[in-house]
Nanobody, 116 residues
């Protein structure tokens, strides 16, 4: 079992920045890829950014050049640095981990609200 706890969400004006953190605990040695997803009201959950165990990253087109995902293995934490935020980035952001058996784990989510 892997437990994920997100933090760092909040209210920010358009053009501002936020950094989300996701601390993993439990059977973290089984974790392979980690990612951030988001879900806006009335929309499906979508992938924002993913980072593999060797540090390879990929991003949704809508956040490329603005968001950066990183991973601190010593702290078992993954981060999402969000810059130049837009109102359309408003959503609940979820941390995701996938273990070596391809089992997914989810955090409880953290709200990000960007005002215009």
């Amino acid at each position: 079992q892997v437990q994920l706890v997100e933090s760092g969400g909040g209210l920010v004006q358009a053009g501002g920045s936020l950094r989300l953190s996701c601390a993993a605990s439990g059977s973290i040695f089984t974790v392979n890829n980690m990612a951030w997803y988001r879900q806006a009201p009335g929309k499906q959950r979508e992938l924002v950014a993913r980072i593999t165990s060797v540090g390879k990253t990929n991003y949704a087109d809508s956040v490329k050049g603005r968001f950066t995902i990183s991973r601190d293995s010593a702290k078992n934490t993954v981060y999402l640095e969000m810059n130049s935020l837009k109102p359309e980035d408003t959503a609940v952001y979820y941390c995701n981990a996938v273990d070596t058996s391809f089992r997914p784990y989810w955090g409880q989510g953290t709200q990000v609200t960007v005002s215009s």
